[in-house]
């Protein structure tokens, strides 16, 4: 099972988070969100993380896909989440300006429409993330989405649960909808952008063996 912790902004939280063995770590990349990371602690982030066998994957959402790219190359990130409205063809962009870059296509799921638009980005990304739809709020709300849509129909790619996840229900999480991976921010936080690092260790151990 990949794991990612997602909305970190401390580089001492960063490397223990690393050190426990996660799939991939997030750096919100998002100016309203209250873990955006400015670019010059997103490079020291990426620089403290570049010796662990870790996706450093900087978060956006509706930002200019140059500026994007732009970003990605000077702040030293290896993998990109894109958060918004993206479409395939603006992932077919960053790909080929940046094919060494893991790419993530987060869809905030809505109704069977969301899960039906996921094909078009299989050409061009390496997972889906799914996460929960917030008229206000771009991510990191802690709400989790029906998971009872998957019944009728599942991502023809590999694919990461996220929104709500927690320590708590994520063994029934992911039980019910088997993902490749899943995705956490707010489960595992004191404040906005402060990570638990126990609750961390916890959701690590309860994952395992899925
Ligand atoms: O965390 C944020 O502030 C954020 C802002 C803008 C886009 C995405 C963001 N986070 C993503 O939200 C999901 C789920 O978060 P949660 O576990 O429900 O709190 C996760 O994919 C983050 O990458």
Redesign the pocket.
């Known amino acids: 099972m990949e794991v990612k912790i ?2 970190l902004t401390r580089v001492e939280q960063a490397v223990a988070i690393a050190r426990m063995g996660v799939t991939a770590v ?1 750096i ?1 990349c ?1 100016p309203s ?3 955006y990371v400015a670019p010059a602690q997103q490079q020291e982030l990426n620089h403290a993380l570049a010796d662990y066998p870790v996706w450093r994957v900087g ?1 956006f ?1 509706q930002s200019p896909i140059p500026e994007v790219i732009e970003i990605a190359r000077t702040s030293g990130f290896n993998a990109l ?1 894109l ?1 918004g409205e993206e479409s395939p063809a603006d992932c077919q962009y960053v790909r080929e300006a940046l094919p060494q870059v893991f790419l993530i296509k ?1 869809m905030r799921v809505r109704d069977a429409g969301s899960l039906a638009a996921i094909a078009a980005y299989a050409p061009w990304v390496d997972r889906i ?1 799914l ?2 739809y917030d008229p206000q709020h ?6 989790a989405w029906d998971w009872q849509m998957l019944a009728d129909q599942t991502p023809s790619l590999r694919w990461w649960l ?4 927690t320590p708590e229900n994520c063994g029934a999480a992911v039980a019910q909808t088997q993902p490749d991976g899943i ?5 595992v936080e004191v404040a ?1 952008g402060v990570k638990d690092l126990p609750r961390v260790e916890q959701l690590l151990q309860r994952i395992q063996g899925h």
């Open positions: 997602c909305g997030g919100i998002v969100s209250p873990r978060v959402a989440q958060h987060a993330l996460d929960a771009l991510g990191g709300t802690g709400l996220a929104g709500g996840v995705d956490v921010s707010s489960g906005p």
